[in-house]
C-alpha cells in the first residue's frame, strides 16, 4: 500500500526556520514525482514544487521560487519542503502528493502538515 | 500562474445532478487532456476523483463523471448524495510549467 506520512505540526515565530517531511512507504520512491501544495486558510489549493528522488530534479512554482527549499533524502524515502526565514504569511497547511498512478494526476497524498506562524 | 476558473459554489437536493465547470485556455485545458478532479472534505487530504478529463480510479463511484469541450472541463454528480458535500478542485497540465495548474476550487453543497 502506498503511504506518505508527513512529519506532524509546527508552531514557529516570524524569522526562524523549520523543516517538514513527508515520508514515502510501499513503491519506489526514487520513480515518482513527489510535489508540495500549500492550502492557507479557508483557501484553495496552490501548487509550490515538486521533485523527482531519483536524481533531485526540482521545479518551483514561480510564486514560490526562491521562497522556500524542496529536497530528497533517497535513503530514507523522504522528500523534505524547508522555509530559512518563515513569516506569518507561511501559515497554511501544506501537502505531499505523490505523482500516479495515472499519467499526470496526484493520486496519492499526505495527511497534511499545519504550520502555524505567530508572534 | 493564473488558477483555472470554477464557480464557488454549487448546490443540489439529494437525487439531483449537479455539474461545476472548470474554464481554462488553450494552454491547459483545451490544450491537453490532462484534467483531474480532487474532492477534499474539511480536514482532509484531497482525493483524486477523475483523472485525464473523464476516467475514474478504482474505487471511486460511478456517480462522478468528466468530460470537456473547448478550454472548458466539467465533473457531473449524479445522485446526490449527503457524503458528497466537500470541495471540488480541477487541476490541469498547462504549458506555462510543469506543475500544472488548479481551480480555485467549488463548494458542494448537499440541501
Known amino acids: 500500500e502506498v503511504q506518505l506520512v508527513q512529519s506532524g505540526a509546527e508552531v514557529k515565530k516570524p524569522g526562524e526556520s523549520l523543516k517538514i517531511s513527508c515520508k514515502g512507504s510501499g513503491y519506489s520512491f526514487t520513480t515518482n514525482w513527489i510535489g508540495w501544495v500549500r492550502q492557507m486558510p479557508g483557501k484553495g489549493l496552490e501548487w509550490m514544487g515538486i521533485?523527482?528522488?531519483?536524481?533531485?530534479?526540482?521545479r518551483y512554482s514561480p510564486s514560490f521560487q526562491g521562497q522556500v527549499t524542496i529536497s530528497a533524502d533517497k535513503s530514507i524515502s523522504t522528500a523534505y519542503l524547508q522555509w530559512s526565514t518563515l513569516k506569518a504569511s507561511d501559515t497554511a497547511m501544506y501537502y505531499c502528493a505523490r505523482q500516479g498512478p495515472y499519467s499526470s494526476s496526484w493520486g496519492y497524498w499526505g495527511q497534511g502538515t499545519l504550520v502555524t506562524v505567530s508572534s | 500562474q493564473s488558477a483555472l476558473t470554477q464557480p464557488a459554489s454549487v448546490s443540489g437536493s439529494p437525487g439531483q445532478s449537479i455539474t461545476i465547470s472548470c474554464t481554462g485556455t488553450s494552454s491547459d485545458v483545451g490544450g491537453y487532456n490532462y484534467v483531474s478532479w480532487y474532492q477534499q472534505h474539511p480536514g482532509k487530504a484531497p482525493k483524486l476523483m477523475i483523472y485525464e478529463v473523464r476516467n475514474r480510479p478504482s474505487g471511486v463511484s460511478n456517480r462522478f463523471s468528466g468530460s470537456k469541450s473547448g478550454n472548458t472541463a466539467s465533473l457531473t454528480i449524479s445522485g446526490l448524495q449527503a457524503e458528497d458535500e466537500a470541495d471540488y478542485y480541477c487541476s490541469s497540465y498547462t504549458s506555462s510549467n510543469t506543475l500544472g495548474v488548479f481551480g480555485g476550487g467549488t463548494k458542494v453543497t448537499v440541501l
Open positions: 521533485i523527482y528522488p531519483g536524481d533531485s530534479d526540482t
